[in-house]
C-alpha cells in the first residue's frame, strides 16, 4: 500500500464533524501566528487536543458474528416485516459498547450494543428487533450492518460491515380469481380436460371401431369379448381425454403516457400479480414481463419477484410483447394489460405478436369507466376501473 493510500485510509476515519475540528484548529492557528493572539492558539490548540484524544477510541479489533433475519421475505403491501439482528462477541475478551447501524431502504437505524462478554460466556450476544412497515408494491433492501466504533463525541470512527443487503419483496395487493382454464394442447403431461381425443395418455373409455381409426388403440381383449357375447364382428377402440399445459404469459406496458394515473398503473399490477397467483394455484407456467423486467419460464414466485421490481419506462407494450413471444414460444393463454390512454393499436399489434392459437385478452384499466368485456378485431377487452372488477370479469371472459 503506498504512502497516499494510507493517508486516504487515515482520513478516511475522520467524520464531517471530526473534519471541521481539524480545518477549525488549523485556520485558528494560520491566525493566531499572523496576529499573535494568543487566545486564538488556545482554541486552535484545543481543537487539534481534542482529535488527538479521540485516536485512542479507534484502537483495537471488533470480533463478532452478526446475524440478520427476517421473517418473511415476501409479503403483501400493508403487512409488516419481523427483522431481528443478533450481535455475538467472538474475541475471548469482553467488548466495550458500540453503536450498530441496519439500513432499513432509505432510513437508517441505530441501536446501541453493551457491553458483552468474551466469546463462549453469559452475556456474550444481545437481540436488536425492529418491525418493518410496507405501504406500496416495490422491493425494500435491509442492510448492510456495520457497527461503528468512535469516540464519544462522534469526531472520528471505524465502520465494518457484517452483512449484505437482503432484500423485501412487496408484493401488490391481490384479489382472488377461479380457475383460468386448461389451456392449449402442449405436451403430454398436462391437465386433463373433457375433450376427447383419439391419441393421448389420459385413458378414459372404449367405443366402436370408425373406418380411419388407428389400429394400434384396438382393445383386442374387450373386441374378443364383445364379439363372444353378441356374435357380430365389432372392434372397440380405446378413447381418450385430451391432456393439456398451459402456458399462462403477462405482459403489462410500461409506458407512463398510457396511463391516466400511477394508481392505474398499480392497479395493473394488482391484476398481474393475481393472475400469476391464481396461475400457481392452477400448476401453470408463468412469464411476466413488463419493460426490461422479465421472468419467462420459471415458477410463478420468480414471476411475482419480477413483478415488484417492475417499473414504468420507455419499452412499451409491443416490445415487450414481443420479447414475451420470443422468450415464451408455448404461450397458451396472453394477458395485455394496459391504461386508458393506451392507443388500440397498440394492443392489436401486441396481440398479433403470439400465434393465432394462443388466447388472448387485454385488460384496460379505466377507472372512469363501468366494468365491460366487448371485441374488438377478434381479441376480447376487459376494462375495468379497480382490482376488484377483475374475478367477474376474468370469469366470465376465460371460460
Known sequence: MSPTDRARGAWGVVNPLGRVVVALGLLLAVVAG???????????????????????FLVGRTSVRVDLRLQPERVTAGESVAASVTVTNLAPRRMLPTLLEVAVGPLLHRYAVPALGAAGRRGDSTEENLTIRTERRGVIPVGPVLTRRGDPLGLSSVDIRWTGVTEIMVRPPMVGLEALGAGLLRDLEGVSTDALSQSDLAF??????????????VHWRSSAKAMAASGDTALLVRQYLDTRRSHATVVVDDDPGGWTTTEDFETAMSVAASIIRRSILDELDVSFVCGRRAATGVSGHLALDALCRAETGDVGLVRAAQRAATAAPDTSVLFLLSGALAPFADLQRAA?????????????????????VTEAAGLPVLRLATKDDAPALLQWSVR
Not at 370408425?210 to 389400429?215: A, F, M, Q, T
Open 352 to 372: 398479433a405478436a403470439f400465434p393465432p392459437e394462443v388466447r388472448r385478452f387485454a385488460l384496460v384499466v379505466d377507472p372512469d369507466a363501468a366494468p365491460t
Open 204 to 217: 378414459h373409455a372404449l367405443r366402436e371401431y370408425s373406418p380411419g381409426d388407428d389400429l394400434r388403440h
Open 34 to 56: 499572523v496576529a499573535h493572539w494568543r487566545e486564538v492558539a488556545v482554541l486552535s490548540a484545543a481543537c487539534l487536543l481534542l482529535m488527538l484524544l479521540a485516536l485512542p
